[in-house]
């Protein structure tokens, strides 16, 4: 149907039998309202400038009209109101698209911007210049700051946690940055609580997760509430914030040749990490040759697996892997010296790879992705930190030498505003002081760096919300250096609390009950101080339980003396201090036989009534006779 035929909503109205559909939209003229704003704001303009002139105008009418009688007051008023709306209306016709009140007259040949009434002149021209001096040298100060990133390391105090006497291989803090964990080579995980502790500095939990295995990576979620531990064990383990398990990785089957039909790893774990949107999800990398995501949720199977592998197809095992600041892809170092990062979500072939990122058979100790995800770190083993454009991976943007590197879990990362680099570098024995080195990130200059301690420096990391950085050490130190100034929180909560003072055990003496009325044989004599009661009670056996001394002799009342711990031990002490002889049994039977006789009391009561009487016979002469022969001419039987 074409449009011209269509009825208009008058006709239509008409039909119907009413006039319209409803009422109409009410339209305004912004124009219109715009102007009578303007005009409502000059004309209040007019009335602040009209109160603020009044006051010393009238001061200066008084003073001279005790001389000379000038025009009136009303006539001077009316002539500046004249004068000023005037001057209002240029103002207004000049820059028409000001809205609010105009500025005052005196604002337009003064610098500086006064609320009241003006000041004498002599002030104005002493003052003037100070005042803008110091306000040019605060800002000039402020852009110092902010041009210098060296300002901004918060390295003016610092404490020291004793985690204890082996290599704090792993560092982890909370997102909140109100608890920090440290993992060890001596088995320990050691939770420290920055609220909770005082200038003693101690940890308030301390647990070995993973039995006997060397802690090589600890890491919180992004919410905080679980912690990854990795170790040197083929199972990585999550504990909540008290360290109760809440997960572990299941074992894969190391007689199966593709790692990817495993459910799990077969080998040492080298490093672990949480997804950064992702609360559940976390990685970690093996010896088997493979990097795996996983679920908390699901502990009986991994969620994908990443297998790198060299130039010629062959499996590559990487020592430390990483997720990019969105979550989007996963870089993994090798010990081919690679850097091979895929897409999260496509696991077969990877999406960057550079092949000779470092020297083949060093083991890529850190990988760390910048806060604006173009810019990846590398902490090699061959003593170099390299920086890197992922757009352009085929060479590194700077390069850094000469940073010593003794352990596989060396650590680099970015400060919070992404303008340095740091990383730790370590030494041997006795033989310099480890030192946490800083790069400015664009000309790769080295700008700063600390002195920790005289061994190595293996982990670091930049909070960047306490704006406070933590350091391990190979001595078995955890160190948090802040400036009181530019951090926040963390540290400057314990070192501000007084040790807690020990509570010594002491005896409680007995209550003293007073009874005023009680018989002299009855009452008790008037406590002085507890010091003496105390004394007093030492001295009693009884109330001061004082144990019983040793049984002297062959012991008493079940007790054993103390030449012997035990019975048998007791027995044996008194077979040996026997001193009758008992070589010959006969004689030593024959020696009861007397008093046996004289006195029976075991077999011949007994048989008193049925016993007959032994009948012996008698000796002859021949018998006196062949015992007196020689024993050889005695005859054999």
């Not at 979620?221 to 990854?228: A, E, Q, W």
């Not at 080298?270 to 999800?281: A, F, L, V």
């Not at 979550?327 to 690679?338: E, P, S």
């Not at 030449?563 to 004689?587: M, W």
């Amino acid at each position: 149907m074409d449009e011209e035929k269509l009825p208009s909503d008058g006709d239509i109205g008409a039909v119907m039998g009413f006039s319209g559909f409803g009422k109409k939209a009410r339209t305004f003229d912004l124009e219109a309202i715009f102007e009578q704003t303007r005009r409502t704001a000059i004309e209040r303009s007019q009335r602040v400038l009209e109160d603020r002139q009044k006051g010393p105008q009238m001061e200066e009418e008084g003073e001279s009209s005790k001389s000379v009688k000038g025009p009136s007051q009303r006539d001077k008023t009316a002539a500046r109101n004249q004068q000023s709306g005037s001057s209002s209306s240029d103002s207004s016709d000049s820059d028409s698209e000001l809205v609010g009140p105009p500025v005052p007259p005196q604002h337009g040949a003064q610098e500086d911007e006064l609320v009241g009434p003006p000041l004498p002149p002599d002030y104005r021209d002493n003052t003037a210049n100070s005042d803008d001096d110091d306000d040019d040298e605060a800002d000039a100060q402020d852009d110092d700051d902010d041009d210098n990133p060296v300002k901004k390391i918060p390295d003016t105090h610092e404490i020291i946690l004793q985690h204890g006497t082996k290599t704090v291989s792993a560092l982890a803090l909370d997102p909140s940055g109100a608890r920090l964990v440290t993992g060890g080579y001596d088995y320990d995980v050691r939770f420290w609580d920055f609220a909770g502790m005082d200038q003693a500095l101690q940890a308030f939990r301390t647990l070995q997760p993973c039995e006997c295995h060397q802690i090589k990576s600890v890491q919180y979620s992004i919410t905080g509430d679980v912690l990854l531990v990795v170790s040197g064990n083929a199972q990585a383990k999550v504990l909540d914030r008290d360290g109760f398990n809440v997960m572990e990785c299941i074992k894969g089957d190391q007689y199966i040749v593709d790692m990817a039909n495993t459910k799990g790893h077969t080998a040492m774990l080298n490093c672990g990490c949480w997804h950064p949107k992702i609360k559940e999800e976390f990685m970690t990398c093996s010896n088997d040759g493979t990097v795996r995501t996983w679920d908390v949720k699901s502990e009986k199977q991994h969620k994908s697996v990443f297998k790198p592998r060299s130039q010629q197809g062959k499996k590559v095992v990487p020592t430390c892997c990483t997720y990019s600041r969105d979550g989007k892809l996963i870089a993994a170092g090798c010990q081919d010296g690679t850097i091979q990062i895929w897409d999260r979500n496509m696991s077969v072939h990877t999406k960057f790879h550079c092949r000779q990122a470092h020297t083949p058979g060093s083991d890529t100790s850190c990988l760390c992705f910048s806060y604006d995800g173009v810019t990846v770190a590398s902490r090699g083993g061959d003593d170099t930190l390299k920086i890197w454009d992922i757009r352009n991976f085929r060479k590194p943007v700077n390069e850094a030498n000469r940073l010593t590197n003794y352990f596989s879990m060396t650590d680099c990362c970015f400060s919070p505003d992404d303008r340095l680099v740091v990383t730790g570098t370590s030494v041997k024995k006795e033989e310099g002081n480890g030192k946490l080195v800083f790069f400015d990130r664009a000309s790769f200059q080295k700008v700063y760096e600390i002195e920790v301690t005289n061994a190595s420096v293996v982990r670091c990391l930049w909070h960047p919300k306490l704006n406070q950085i933590m350091v391990g050490t190979g001595n078995g130190l955890a160190k948090v250096y802040y400036d009181p100034v530019k951090s926040h929180r963390g540290a400057k909560l314990c070192v501000v609390k007084s040790k807690r003072k020990e509570k010594h055990a002491e005896t409680l003496t007995q209550d003293y009950i007073i009874t005023p009325h009680a018989l002299p044989m009855f009452r008790e004599a008037r406590q002085r101080s507890t010091r003496k009661q105390l004394e007093k009670d030492r001295l009693d056996p009884k109330k001061s339980h004082k144990p019983e001394p040793p049984v002297s002799g062959p012991g008493r009342g079940g007790r054993v003396a103390a030449h012997g711990g035990t019975l048998s031990s007791f027995i044996v002490k008194n077979i040996a201090l026997d001193k009758t002889d008992d070589s010959n049994p006969r004689e030593a039977i024959l020696r009861h036989a007397k008093e046996a006789s004289e006195n029976p009391y075991w077999i011949a009561p007994a048989y008193e009534q049925t016993q007959p009487e032994p009948v012996f016979a008698e000796e002859s002469e021949e018998d006196e006779e062949a015992d007196k022969e020689p024993e050889w001419k005695k005859r054999k039987i």
